[in-house]
């Protein structure tokens, strides 16, 4: 049986992201050889490695695509754009936004993005959660889905099309 995937995702502005960092540092399933990961740090300094995966400050977005394609979990800060792309391969993912008040981002937009995930395969952990500890049966069990799905919302597009053209 193949290594289930968890792709870490921090974003890519020039606010750490220690918090996530540490949620997923002191998981037991970090230094477990059952799982692979990839940890990508953005401005967040990695002081401990998986004990199976990779660390990496950036990547491109066709890498990143791919990983999260090939992801069984994915744990990411609350961008809109990291939000797109988990619900474009209907990933299980836990959300941790980034906020002002521990310096990991400059206003509090992410938690305005978390609150509106309405979504069975995404969790959030609000800062003042608890992160859950990660469950290596649960993370297999479910089904890797690789195939994209079209999000694209064709009645906004059509009526934003009007607007400009009409």
């Not at 974003?11 to 918090?19: D, K, L, Q, S, V």
């Not at 967040?44 to 992801?71: F, H, K, N, Q, Y």
Request: aromatic share 8%.
């Amino acid at each position: 049986m193949a290594r289930p995937l968890i792709l870490v995702t921090m974003g890519t502005n020039e606010y750490p992201f220690n918090r996530l960092y540490n949620y997923i540092k002191n998981d037991p399933l970090y230094l477990d050889e059952r799982c692979e990961w990839f940890v990508q740090t953005g401005s967040c300094e990695a002081d401990t490695t998986p004990a199976i995966g990779v660390v990496e400050t950036l990547i491109p977005r066709s890498d990143m695509e791919d990983l999260v394609r090939r992801s069984a979990l994915v744990i990411s800060h609350c961008g809109i754009g990291s939000l797109n792309l988990m619900l474009k391969y209907r990933k299980r993912v836990i959300f941790v936004p980034r906020v002002a008040s521990h310096k990991e981002f400059s206003d509090d937009h992410q938690l305005q993005i978390a609150a509106e995930i309405k979504n069975k395969k995404m969790q959030v952990v609000y800062p003042s959660d608890e992160f859950p500890k990660l469950n290596f049966d649960q993370i297999c069990a479910d089904n890797v889905l690789s195939e994209p799905v079209d999000i694209t919302n064709y009645d906004l597009a059509r009526i934003v099309n009007l607007k400009l053209t009409g």
